[in-house]
Each structure stands twice: as C-alpha cells, then as structure tokens.
C-alpha cells in the first residue's frame, strides 16, 4: 500500500483552514476530532475483550507481556509497560517494551530502525519469546516492517499476536491474532499519527492491560491491590486500600497489614474471611492470588 494511499496518511477535509483559525476554533476542531477516536475504539470492543479474554491465562501462567512499535506506537508501548509496573506490583521481566532503535528511540529518531525486519527478529530473539508470551505490537499505518516483523516472529515462536492498527485491512491486522483496528480516519494536521491514532492507541493499550490486570486478580473491586509498601507513603496507601477495600478502620488495616507480613492482598482476605493467616494463605494459593475469587471460595465453604 503506497504512503498516500494509507487512510492516516491522507488530508482531512475538517481541517483544511485550521492555519487560520482563531486559537479557540483550532483547540475546537482539534477536539471535534479527538471525539471520533473514543467512537472508533468503542467499535472495537468486542475485539479488545476477545483479546483480554486469550491474554490472561498466559499471563496467569507466568507469560509475559510485551509491547512492540516504532517511533510515537513504539513510546506509547514502552509507557505502558512501564506503568504497569508500579501500579499493579510486575517486575520489568513480567512486563516491557520493545521499541525500534533500542532505548535511543525513546527521545529521539532512530533513522531507518522502523525499516528493519532484522532488527526486529534480533530484538526478539535477545529476550527468548516463548509460547507462553502475549506480544502487543502497534502500528498506526498496519504496515511498518519492523513491528509487523516482530508480530510475525512472535507468532512463530507460538506467542499470542495482539495488533494494533487505524486501518481496517493492514498487514499487521491480517496478521495478528487479535487485530484490534480503530478506524480513527485522516489526522488534523496530514501525516501526524501522534494525533488520532495516537490517542487511539492509548486508549487500547489503556484497556487491554487494565483488563489483563483485573482478570489476572490485581484489582479488588476497583482498588489496585498489588501495591508493595516500601515506604511511609506506599504504607499508608496500603492501609488506606485495605480499609476501603474491608469497610473497616485504618486501625483494623494496619493490624492485618502486619500480621500479614505487609502482604496486601493477604491482609484483605484475613479480614474479609475473618480466618486465620494460614487459612487466607491456602485461598489465595488455590485461586491463584486471585482475592476476589478467595472470599467468594470462603463463603461457598461456610
């Protein structure tokens, strides 16, 4: 597919005078558009929860969750993973990104990394993809050599293929699994997929890993439990999850908070099951860490 054939390489009519527009018109026209991105992904739902749904058992297995792009798809990635890290409890080998051109490209254009489809197999090849893995690779156009290698490379390796793309019909979308296509049409300014498709991606990515993330138990209810205090300030988080997560005193979340060897998850079960340290410690073990799935186990047992 030639460049201006690309559906996000193309010029939007909607925007054709944004130069000469006052500042609160081009700020409006700018949002006009940014509208239709949430539309576009909101088609894409039944796709995104196939994805999460195929995801989360490799993960709950000990697969890992990798992000793979260039340029702007690539950074959105690594930003991702990165997040994911503090706010959900992961380590940098459970969760990362690989964007091309290496670490180089996070701040600056990497020339010609994006062409590569060596690049991208090296890549790989230097964090041993396994079929346990779920790979995540994103590309506004569909067709960008490096992220589409690297989606083909996983797939061999029998990792699961996620594929982010604007276009309907790309090669990364035929490719994948998964394809994940939130048509987000031509951007305001021709050309700039940081715009639309950027925040498109965002949004997805937003949603796949939160999604991961709850059904492989690190949320109860909506509070993010896998927090590790490690200071004053992560402690007193944790006291205060813990005592909404129970509906009981901060008092009451720092006790089971020690008694629990500062083991959040644990510490919620021992007050929602009202049991012993012992007892909480096999629910999590057979529901796989899962404190949702504890306390309900809890209950059906009494």
Not at 140 to 169: E, H, N
């Amino acid at each position: 597919m030639q460049l201006d054939e690309i559906l996000t390489e193309q010029r939007n009519h909607r925007s054709t005078h944004i130069d000469r527009e006052s500042t609160l018109d081009m700020v409006a026209t700018i949002n006009r558009e940014d509208q239709r991105v949430a539309r576009a992904v909101q088609k894409q739902l039944p796709q995104i929860a196939a994805a999460i749904d195929a995801a989360y058992p490799k993960f709950d297995q000990g697969g890992r969750l990798i992000y793979v792009g260039a340029g702007t798809s690539g950074r959105l990635g690594v930003i991702d993973a990165t997040e994911l890290q503090p706010t959900y409890g992961l380590t940098a080998q459970q969760t990362f990104g690989l964007i091309a051109g290496g670490q180089a490209a996070l701040t600056q254009t990497v020339q010609s990394a994006e062409d590569s489809p060596e690049l991208a197999q090296t890549d790989l090849e230097a964090v041993n993809i396994t079929a346990n893995d779920i790979v995540i690779a994103s590309a506004a156009s569909g067709q960008t050599p490096y992220t589409v290698a690297a989606l083909r490379y996983a797939q061999a390796q029998g990792a699961l293929g996620i594929g982010f793309s604007c276009i309907a019909d790309s090669e990364l979308a035929e490719l994948a699994d998964y394809p994940i296509t939130p048509v987000v049409g031509p951007e305001v300014i021709t050309g700039a997929t940081l715009l639309k498709a950027g925040t498109a991606e965002k949004m997805v990515l937003n949603m796949l890993s939160t999604g991961i993330m709850i059904k492989s138990g690190k949320v109860y209810q909506n509070l993010m439990i896998n927090v590790v205090p490690t200071n004053d300030k992560t402690l007193e988080r944790a006291k205060k999850i813990i005592a909404e997560a129970t509906q009981t005193s901060t008092l009451a979340a720092e006790r089971a908070l020690a008694r629990s060897g500062n083991n959040v998850p644990l510490a919620i079960v021992l007050i929602e099951t009202m049991g012993t340290i012992a007892e909480a410690k096999e629910l999590l073990a057979t529901t796989n860490g899962h404190v949702s799935q504890a306390v309900k186990l809890s209950d059906d047992r009494h």
